[in-house]
């Protein structure tokens, strides 16, 4: 945001968006909603492969690149204006995370396939009010050792978890039902922090590489080749050494080996046969790693927050956001449309859950491709377009921004606020 005088009046005009951001919020919330159309309508296994876990991941790169620029809007020095958090951006961080764990815990109500990840995606603007207030070189060590050291800690963590008798649900998360008694809150704790689909302990790598790389598009020093680089090297070491793990061990053997005891035809099927059949959920978990082989620390599948996913997965929403930033610079009017979805990332987020329970109430069993796109994509992108023209924020974001901004208290003036106009 800049400042114009108007008499002896300071008026503030808002910066430009940085559209390339929008456009990745869209893909990552489309590359989810692709995921999520699997479960209804089979599709091919390289777009499955490509927005499985990855976009989720994309996601929450995003939700810690927001973190910063939410800082700077409340920003009153210079050094604010890098990213760092004052008392009016913590509280305002604060309240928005709050408002996403309501819904993070509601949406799992009326959710019928998708599994929501904005409980997590809250916890991680909560965590991000004292890291914002460190260094970025220390914010970016903290990322790379978390990157190794997170997903150590919770394979220790659940490998030594005391037992109590009461079953653990992999791949779940909290819901408003998780707390109407002691013993569903305690799980819904566990899921949420440690081993539910979106784990905080193993997505904080993701907050803190946003924050990074967010300091980094603020002061001007990202650049398209230097995020291209960067995420090159992270995805050749994240993916690379996890397909050099599944091909020089026995890592897929022992994955695949328990779905010969589901049908007995299959009792002395090849390890290839298998992986046709199964090859999905092989290549897949729960959001965490098995607990039964080391080695899966290793193996990026997805969910798992292994090692290798962290890092593969930092990597890829590196090279998402230089392909984007490029884009943007030689064919900006092709992003448009998607860059208005991305505006509105929570309300598209939000929809598209609504959308998907509507679509099983009424859709008979039946479903077409076609429509699915039409519905979910084609559609929000018409509405998006027309919706700002004449707002400035989308539904969801014009609420939560209102609420936040409130509860904030008088945004603090700034340096140029305070110097008179001349003359």
């Keep these: 945001m800049t400042t114009t005088t108007s008499g002896a009046h300071p008026v503030r005009t808002p910066r430009p968006r940085i559209d390339y951001l929008d456009a990745a919020r869209a893909l990552a919330i489309i590359g989810m909603l692709l995921a999520h159309i699997a479960a209804f309508i089979p599709l091919p296994d390289f777009v499955l492969n490509l927005v499985s876990g990855r976009s989720a991941i994309v996601f929450a790169v995003l939700a ?10 409340g920003a009153v020095t210079e050094h604010e204006r890098l990213g760092y958090t004052n ?12 408002i996403l764990f309501v819904l993070g815990i509601t949406l799992p109500l009326i959710s019928v396939g998708p599994i929501i990840i904005l409980a997590t995606y809250s916890v991680l603007y909560l965590l991000a009010i004292p890291v914002l207030r460190l260094r970025t070189r220390y914010v970016a060590g903290l990322t790379a050792v978390t990157a190794f050291v997170a997903p150590v800690l919770s394979f220790w963590i659940r490998s030594t978890w005391p037992n109590t008798g009461d079953e653990i649900v992999i791949g779940g998360v909290p819901s408003i039902a998780s707390f109407t008694s002691l013993e569903g809150t305690g799980q819904a704790i566990r899921q949420l922090l440690v081993d539910g689909m979106y784990p905080v302990l193993t997505w904080i790598p993701f907050l803190l590489a946003g924050i990074v790389i967010g300091r980094l598009i603020i002061s001007g020093t990202f650049t398209a080749r230097l995020s291209a680089t960067a995420g090159l090297i992270l995805a050749i070491v994240g993916y690379g050494t996890s397909w050099v793990l599944t091909n020089v061990t026995d890592v897929i053997s022992g994955r695949v080996a328990p779905y010969r005891e589901f049908d007995p035809a299959l009792a002395h099927a ?7 059949i199964y090859g999905a959920i092989v290549y897949a978990d729960f959001g965490v790693t098995n607990t039964n082989d080391p080695k899966s620390l290793l193996f990026a599948s997805h969910h798992s927050g292994s090692i290798t996913e962290i890092i593969g997965g930092i990597g890829f929403a590196l090279l998402l956001l230089a392909g984007l930033s490029l884009l943007e610079r030689v064919a900006a009017p092709v992003l448009a449309p998607v860059n208005n979805l991305g505006r509105m990332a929570l309300t598209y987020y939000v929809a598209h859950i609504v959308g998907f329970l509507a679509v099983v109430l009424i859709g008979g069993g039946e479903y077409s491709l076609w429509i699915f796109l039409v519905v979910f994509i084609v559609i929000p992108m ?5 919706w700002f023209r004449f707002f400035r924020r989308g539904p ?8 936040a901004r409130r509860a904030s208290g008088p945004r603090p003036a700034r340096q140029e606020d305070k110097v008179p106009a001349k003359a």
Excluded: P
């Design 64 to 73: 810690g690149v927001s973190t910063t620029l939410i800082a700077r809007s």
């Design 396 to 403: 969801l974001e014009a609420v939560m921004y209102s609420a």
């Design 382 to 386: 018409i509405f998006a377009a027309v």
């Design 270 to 276: 090849s390890d290839d046969k298998l992986l046709d």
């Design 87 to 98: 008392a009016y951006s913590s509280r305002n961080l604060f309240v928005r995370g709050i």
